[in-house]
């Protein structure tokens, strides 16, 4: 069969992917660096093509809960934003992981903190991977690197969110949503019946026949023995979600003698660091985490064996190499390089750095 | 005693869109019989088997527990946003939110203005007692000028705090909404009366007719520290003067 190929927007290919896998609802508010999905979306119809809700919420908060709702009732539900709009969606966010909702949100990230700046960034990794509203919860938190990664982490997290019955967050950055790249898409899949839905989610809210009990969709529970339980129960999720889904790609890592670890927009640069330092003559490798959590901490461990040392380049202060250091404990120098406020590392910078550390 | 069972004798009988779990709400209160109402409406319609509810955070967070119908729990005041998603993707279902004042008026006002300004097609039962129940008495948007609560010891000083807010009539000027009432359920005449509204509320509901909201004015008698039979005294002769009592927008107005 032919291959469908498309120029697009990162953002975009959100939007366009979110329709093919079969989506039941879009619920979204405009902030820069991702308003292309909701500008996308509503020009594409979709409510023709699938008859997918798209809607414009009158703030982030409303569009998250927006999320919440459709997700108890057992549809496939998305929404996208940016950093400060994020935020905004902690509070959602956490419910959600409380009353096991599988959703998928995707975060453009750019520059912060406050208004920051609309340049991209990478500085809300630990409130991706961490949880980041309140309590004890993890998301799924993949990050694109492409615009093809853009639409294949839509239909990848949608497949991991009703897996697990989880929030999937996927984490790019202002780059890549902005950025345009041919993109293969995928056939159009038909939205699931309600009969469909029934059968895949017997816990949502559809609406009770009289055989069966009423379903409830909460992250309430007063007894704390019980919502202690509850806590273990996700844990365990958790820990099967460490042990069964780490996505990570390595590029010239066979015999690296240093490693950059890198994902999103710094992995592409230090992609072409890793090229310019062989060049050199530099061993350089290059380790891109996939799932930022679960994160892949074999691997890395993994490659202590081999590397002298491991340089974290990141669009933020130094976040990801906190994990790495717990993942490394202390066999190898971790170091971090780190550009802020919306700029991006150069592989000249990279390579400059690899050699004043080790 | 067998024989008081026989059918012919039976006066009234409890509607099976109710759980038998016992109700946690203080003696006196009207959330109880607002529940009951809401649910014969549901069952009088044959609504149960494709009723979703969204519970709000206040003294009703555990609504869930006592419908026998499908339900959500929301976040403090976002109701109206998940009501939105469930009535769009299930456009033949009975979609509800079941929220109080703090819930509705203060936290939430956002979803509710914007739900009922989009015209989503769900029924808003709203209950004002004009304090904040279940944390323990606070301020509330509705309480009154003057009226005392643990963080207005003194009296609710409009000047300090602001004035005491009418959710309703404000939703009545949005084009989205299609009927807006406000009843009572602490005497019995009131008690039908609400129950008809509620039911032209879901009927509308499923005729796809918009917003639909009916407001409650009710009781607090632990909050507002009465004797229930004091604090209904005290309702009337307080809270139905600046929230009176009637319908405020009906489909005739349009």
């Known amino acids: 069969m032919k291959k469908e190929l498309r120029l697009m927007k990162g953002n975009e ?28 979306l509503m020009s594409e119809k979709p409510h023709e093509r699938t008859g997918m809700v798209v809607l414009q919420a009158e703030s982030e908060v409303a569009a998250i809960n927006m999320v919440y709702g459709a997700a108890g009732a057992g549809k496939m539900a998305i929404t996208s934003s940016s950093s400060p709009g994020i935020s905004l969606k902690q509070e959602g966010i956490s419910y959600m992981a409380g009353a096991e909702l599988p959703c998928v949100i995707l975060n453009v990230v750019r520059g912060g903190p406050g208004l920051g700046t609309i ?6 990794y630990f409130q991706a991977v961490k949880g980041g509203g309140h309590g004890d919860y993890k998301l799924i938190t993949l990050a694109p690197s492409s615009v093809q990664e853009m639409y294949d982490f839509t239909i990848l997290g949608f497949e991991l969110a009703f897996k697990y019955r989880n929030p999937v967050m996927l984490l790019s950055d202002g780059a890549i949503g902005q950025m345009m790249e041919k993109v293969e898409l995928t056939e159009q899949k038909e939205r699931r019946t309600t009969e469909e839905i029934v059968k895949q989610c017997p816990w949502a809210t559809t609406g009770k026949p009289k055989s069966r009990d009423h379903n409830i969709i909460t992250s309430l529970e007063l007894q704390s023995d019980k919502q202690e339980e509850l806590n273990h129960k996700l844990q365990r999720k958790y820990k099967q979600v460490e042990e069964d889904e780490v996505r990570y790609e390595t590029i010239q890592c066979e015999d690296a003698e240093y490693l950059i670890i890198a994902f999103g927009t710094s992995a592409r640069i230090a992609q072409k660091a890793v090229k310019e330092a062989r ?29 002298k040392g491991m340089l974290s380049v990141e669009m933020n202060a130094g976040q990801m190499v906190e994990d790495i250091r717990l993942a490394v404990n202390g066999k190898v120098p971790v170091e971090h390089f780190g550009r802020l406020g919306g700029n991006m590392p150069s592989s000249e910078e990279i390579i400059e750095q690899v050699r004043k550390h080790f | ?58 003294c009703s967070v555990l609504a869930y527990e006592y419908f026998n119908v499908d339900f959500q729990e929301a976040a403090h005041g976002r109701a109206p946003a998940l009501a939105t998603a469930i009535s769009r993707l299930y ?17 939430g006002t956002a979803e509710t203005i914007h739900a009922c300004n989009r015209g989503e097609n769900i ?40 004035s005491p807010m009418k959710m309703s009539e404000l939703v009545a000027n949005l084009p989205g909404t299609h009927y807006v009432t406000r009843q009572a359920v602490h005497k019995p005449g009131h ?25 409650i004015v009710s009781n607090c008698n632990s909050g507002w520290k009465m004797t229930p039979n004091k604090s209904n005294q005290w309702m009337e002769e307080n809270m139905f003067p600046f929230f009176p009592l009637g319908d405020i927008k009906t489909p005739d107005d349009k």
């Open chain 1, 119 to 124: 340049q991209p960034g990478q500085a809300d």
């Open chain 1, 13 to 40: 290919a959100v939007g366009e992917a979110a329709i093919r896998v079969g989506a039941d609802g879009y619920f979204g508010y405009p902030i820069t660096t991702q308003s292309e999905v909701l500008e996308y």
């Open chain 2, 1 to 58: 005693m067998e024989d008081i069972k026989k059918a012919e004798y039976l006066a009234y009988k409890k509607t099976e869109v109710l759980t038998d779990k016992v109700l946690h709400y203080c003696p006196g209160c009207g959330h109880g019989t607002i529940h009951r109402l809401v649910a014969e409406v549901i069952e009088e319609l044959d609504l149960q088997h494709k009723t979703i509810g969204i519970a709000p955070v206040g």
């Open chain 2, 123 to 162: 029924v808003i039962v709203f209950v004002n007692n004009g304090i904040y129940g279940m944390t323990g008495g606070q301020m509330a948007p509705t309480t009154l000028e003057n009226m005392k609560s643990s963080t207005s010891p003194y009296g609710r000083d409009v000047k300090m705090m602001g």
């Open chain 1, 279 to 307: 060049e050199q003559g530099i061993k350089m490798g290059l380790l891109r985490p996939i799932t930022l959590f679960p994160f892949p901490k074999k691997k890395i461990m993994e490659m202590t064996q081999q590397v």
């Open chain 2, 191 to 215: 008690v039908r009366k609400t129950k008809r509204a509620l039911k032209k509320a879901f009927q509308y509901q499923q005729e796809k007719k918009g917003t639909q909201l009916v407001e």
């Open chain 2, 91 to 107: 456009p033949d279902h009975a979609v509800f939110t079941y929220q109080g004042d703090g819930d509705l008026a203060a936290i």
